[in-house]
């Protein structure tokens, strides 16, 4: 018996693609680039002053940079799984998930800033060469990063909230931004050993 074009189209195996849009991971890729050039200066200035660099690193709260990373770790996962729970249609989990998200956002942000305060009422400028230039060009563009993440979380968070009340924004664009904010969160990761833990 033959067998339909419909019948053959249905058995074929669903083509896998990467979530999100196409620009957005073009955009993303480009952003690692110019990041990955800003590390490899920072580790060549540092080999070239690595007894100013160390001090430098000796005055950071590494606490607090344990801190921020847990708290970016776990806002990816309340992504990840609200994502997941956005493909299902469950409204409370994806909402709240999403909330979860802010909520270490806003952390990350408020501790940024208590480091941001201590450091420059300790001072350290003038006795640690470049380091703090650095310091404060990484984590200062990746919190400008982070900044532009809190708004996709928004986005996310009204996408949640409207389902089961109006159309939901294209399952695409809600992927780039969960893309997005996991970026974010794989930026920090380098930045925190870069900074507070290469001796």
């Not at 070239?48 to 970016?72: A, K, S």
């Not at 200062?140 to 996709?152: R, T």
Request: charged letters at 15%.
């Amino acid at each position: 018996m033959l067998t339909s074009k419909a019948e053959l189209a249905s058995e074929a195996p669903a083509i896998r693609k990467v979530p999100g849009e196409e620009g957005l991971w073009i955009f993303i890729f480009g952003d690692m680039i110019a990041f990955t050039v800003i590390f490899a200066t920072y580790l060549y200035y540092r080999g070239e002053q690595p007894e100013l660099f160390e001090l430098g690193r000796r005055t950071l709260d590494e606490g607090h940079g344990v801190i921020n990373t847990v708290v970016l770790l776990l806002s990816s996962l309340f992504v990840a799984v609200g994502l997941r729970a956005m493909r299902q249609q469950e409204k409370a989990a994806a909402s709240w998930l999403f909330v979860g998200a802010l909520v270490c956002a806003f952390a990350f942000i408020g501790m940024k800033f208590v480091d941001y305060g201590s450091i420059i009422a300790g001072d350290y400028f003038s006795t640690t060469g470049d380091f703090y230039v650095y310091y404060f060009a990484l984590t200062g563009l990746h919190l400008f990063h982070l900044v532009i993440g809190v708004g996709v979380l928004f986005y996310l968070l009204s996408q949640a909230l409207r389902i089961g009340r109006g159309p939901v924004g294209k399952i695409s664009v809600i992927e780039g931004g969960a893309a997005y904010w996991h970026m974010v969160d794989l930026l920090w990761i380098v930045i925190f050993p870069l900074l507070y833990l290469v001796k």
